[in-house]
């Protein structure tokens, strides 16, 4: 079975209504990134980053899968596919999608201030300013603040290097060091990039192919292609 490894960015979410610290509107519009997403935010005043998240959760909850992420589960019945995203939130998992790879962590988990590996879920949107982990720290958002090593990522290599095609959506690729990815696809494995932007594609030295679409609309065509061509 064919190997397709979707890669995706804060295009996808967007489509659904989820706001993007890129928006000039919306959630981030009142916040900066150095406010409310650095190791250094967490510990000068905690309970304004909880607060950030506590938002940010409950507006994913509140959104529904669009149709790219629901077109990106749908390969699954066609092909081995495993998602690899920087999105921070449960929309492809809500879609159906069964191999997911969060890169910049997970709004529906905490993690213990002490241990980075000590990770459990939460319920419903709001974190309580005093939880607490298993080990008696204080929990924090299992996310990946700027400035802090991104675990996830040789994982995310390792499954780069075994696709047969890679689809990448709604990433800019200037975020490092995800953006680095798509160098790990083997030279001759095809590559089909999904935004109506120009994203920077110069580190991509693979056969390419532009759709330039919003995720919710690009994605259920090339899908559709896919599986009409699958042999």
Known sequence: MKKIVVF?????????????????????????????CTPEALAHDRAKVIE?????RREMLEKEPNAGHRAIAELERWFDVEVVTQNV????????????THLHGELTKLRSSRNPELVVPIEGWEQRLDATAPDGSLLRPYIVFFGESVPMFDRATQIAATADLMIVVGTSLAVYPAAALVRYVRPEVPIYLVDPGMPDTAMIRNPLTHIRERAAIGMPQLAARLIADRS
């Open 8 to 36: 995706t960015g804060a295009g996808m979410s967007a489509d659904s209504g989820l706001a993007t610290f890129r928006d000039s509107d919306g959630l981030w519009a009142n916040y900066r990134i150095e406010e409310v």
């Open 52 to 56: 950030f998240y506590n938002m940010r």
């Open 89 to 100: 939130d449960n929309l492809h998992e809500r879609a159906g999608s069964t191999h997911v």
